[in-house]
């Protein structure tokens, strides 16, 4: 679709109400396929857990695969968000009609993937022997080990994926990126019924079966999206020489970045921890309420991805205006979407939790933290995208600062006051989080209009 018409002409056509639909169904043209693949993603690791929790001694085996795959990604997640520059400067590029640039990205970004995965395998394999400071059981530490050091070799093909899905994105060549989730869930799902079980002649490997299959099924994506992006754009293979500046561009956008998302999975991991000091009931509940709310967060997050490519491509071909009516029409979008799932999480609590658990004393304490989960909802939705837009602007400092000082030190100390002083319990850690996601909400919002109108004049 032309720019020019998407961002440019609309308010001049006379007609607000048909520039307004027809920003939003560019908009959704990018959002809708993103979102499934966000949704494509978090659901191989469930199938993992489905998969090994059948086998003997279920409940070792998942807290097994569990511990290994929280160690995994908390290094995995930071690497990956190092490449979120790519959404600024392909889009910026591909919005000015640069093909080169575009290429000149790619290139610096592989080059980015190629200097982050070692780093970061080095980094899980010598966190493992942490295992036994924390005094985790050998039952589940030496399966965790084993799982750890097999899935830990997914990382550099994650990374070649996230290059390809992030450049494909930030050309507006979105289809691909969800059949490439779905069929790899295939992949993933096949891998684990023959490793994990031992069919087809194949070896019984227990859950280093399951990280295995989850390697083979992130080959097939990096290998799948490569082939799209070469059958897309041939060229961008031809001219992968990395530029100094632009690595150096992609690395300060995407530092960031990865502080950003590691402040927010490292304050959620650590109330995990910290719930699991109430008791076993309260640490199901707080799981099933948290994997509730991560699979509606997964929207908003495709939306952001939306946002991003859509204001920097709008700003990189000149049309300021259209950058600005781009990040509110993903706002308002995200928006819809997080009613909706509040109304969800207030009227369908025990349903939500009875999908997880038969055990009523935690469905009925799941229900009181789906509560506090529809709360936040809306804006922890307004937070995801409004980082996104800002994204495309290139400023992706000022959510680390939010994330920062609202979830660790508003947010967090806010929760264990309540929890453990004033003896709220879990209660009192999700209100304390749920505080900071309206300050980061209601913030973040803020700084993407003042931003907005800056860019705009």
Not at 32 to 59: C, H
Not at 396 to 421: A, D, K, Q, S
Not at 437 to 448: H, N, P
Request: overall charge positive; proline content about 4%; some cysteine.
């Amino acid at each position: 679709m032309n720019p020019r018409l998407t961002s440019g002409n609309l308010s001049s056509s006379g007609d607000p109400a048909r520039g307004a639909r027809t920003d939003i169904r560019a908009m959704l043209r990018i959002a809708v396929p993103l979102a499934f693949a966000e949704l494509g993603w978090m659901s191989m690791s469930v199938v993992d857990t489905i998969m090994v929790g059948r086998l003997p001694g279920s409940a070792t085996a998942i807290g097994a695969a569990s511990v290994g795959g929280a160690f995994f990604y908390a290094f995995a997640i930071f690497a990956l968000g190092l490449m979120s520059g790519l959404d600024t400067l392909v889009s910026h590029a591909h919005g000015s009609g640069k093909k080169h640039e575009t290429h000149r990205v790619l290139g610096s970004g592989l080059a980015l993937a190629i200097c982050a995965a070692p780093v970061g395998m080095a980094c899980v394999l010598a966190i493992t022997p942490l295992l036994g400071v924390l005094g985790i059981a050998e039952a589940i530490r030496h399966p965790a080990v084993q799982f750890t050091r097999t899935l830990v070799w997914s990382l550099p093909l994650l990374l070649l994926y996230t290059t390809f899905r992030r450049y494909l994105q930030g050309i507006h060549h979105v289809r691909p990126i969800p059949f490439a989730l779905i069929s790899s869930n295939l992949v993933n799902l096949a891998g684990n019924w023959i490793l994990i079980y031992g069919h087809w002649g194949a070896p019984r490997l227990g859950i280093v079966g399951s990280a295995l299959s989850t390697v083979v099924a992130r080959l097939y994506l990096a290998i799948f999206l490569g082939f799209v992006l070469y059958r897309r754009d041939p060229a961008a293979f031809h001219d992968l020489r990395p530029d100094r500046i632009c690595f150096v561009k992609l690395f300060r956008l995407g530092f960031p970045a990865a502080l950003t998302i590691g402040f927010e999975v490292g304050v959620f991991n650590t109330a995990t921890a910290l719930a699991a000091k109430f008791g076993p009931v309260s640490l199901a509940a707080h799981t099933i309420a948290l994997n509730a709310a991560s699979v509606t967060y997964m929207v908003p997050l495709g939306i952001a991805s939306a946002a991003a490519v859509s204001v920097g491509k709008a700003l990189g071909a000149g049309h300021r205006a259209g950058a600005m009516r781009a990040g509110w029409t993903a706002l308002a979008l995200a928006a819809v979407f997080e009613v909706g799932s509040a109304a969800a999480f207030v009227l369908l609590p025990g349903l939500i939790a009875r999908a997880y658990t038969p055990d009523r004393q935690v469905i009925t304490f799941a229900v009181k933290l789906l509560a506090i989960a529809a709360v936040f909802q809306l804006f922890d939705g307004l937070q995801t995208v409004a980082t996104g837009a800002l994204r495309g602007l290139g400023n992706t400092r000022t959510p680390m600062i939010w994330n920062l000082v609202c979830y660790w030190v508003i947010g967090l100390p806010l929760g264990c006051w309540l929890g453990f002083v004033l003896h709220w319990g879990a209660v009192g850690l999700w209100d304390g989080l749920c505080v900071a996601l309206i300050l980061i909400g209601v913030g973040l919002v803020r700084e993407w209009r003042e931003s907005s109108k800056m860019q705009a004049w």
